[in-house]
C-alpha cells in the first residue's frame, strides 16, 4: 500500500509564493517518478509537474514554466512544489502522485494524496 500525504497550501495573495510537499510511505517498490496535478472549480484534474526521484527530467505545465519548480528529497521520500509568482487562476486543489516516464512522458499511477487547497486571491 502506498500512502501520499500533502501539505503547504494555504490562502497568498497574487504574486505571493507557496511551498506544498508531498510525503510518500509504504509500499514505494516501483515508484520511479513523482508528478503534481490540480483541480480548479469545475474543471477535470490537469499535470502541473513531474520529476525523477534522481531530480531529473522535469516537465512542466507551459502556464507554471518559470514559476513553479519541482524537486525531491530522496532521503526523505518527499517531493516539493516551489510555487512563486502565483495567479489568481492557479487558485485549485493539489494533488501528488506516483508515476513514471515512458518515452519521455509522465504517466500516473492509482495512488494520490488527499490533496492541499491553494487560493490566490487577486
Known amino acids: 500500500q502506498v500512502q501520499l500525504v500533502e501539505a503547504g497550501g494555504g490562502v497568498v495573495q497574487a504574486g505571493g509564493s507557496l511551498r506544498l510537499s508531498c510525503a510518500l510511505s509504504g509500499s514505494t517498490f516501483g515508484s520511479a517518478a513523482m508528478g503534481w496535478f490540480r483541480q480548479a472549480p469545475g474543471k477535470g484534474r490537469e499535470f502541473v509537474a513531474s520529476?525523477?526521484?534522481?531530480?531529473?527530467?522535469?516537465s512542466y505545465l507551459d502556464s507554471v514554466k518559470g514559476r513553479f519548480t519541482i524537486s525531491t528529497d530522496s532521503a526523505k521520500n518527499t517531493v516539493y512544489l516551489q510555487m512563486n509568482s502565483l495567479k489568481p487562476e492557479d487558485t485549485a486543489v493539489y494533488y501528488c502522485?506516483?508515476?513514471?516516464?515512458?518515452?519521455?512522458?509522465?504517466?500516473?499511477?492509482?495512488?494520490w494524496g488527499q490533496g492541499t487547497q491553494v487560493t490566490v486571491s487577486s
Open positions: 502522485n506516483t508515476g513514471a516516464y515512458r518515452s519521455g512522458d509522465y504517466y500516473p499511477s492509482n495512488y
Open positions: 520529476i525523477s526521484w534522481s531530480g531529473r527530467r522535469p
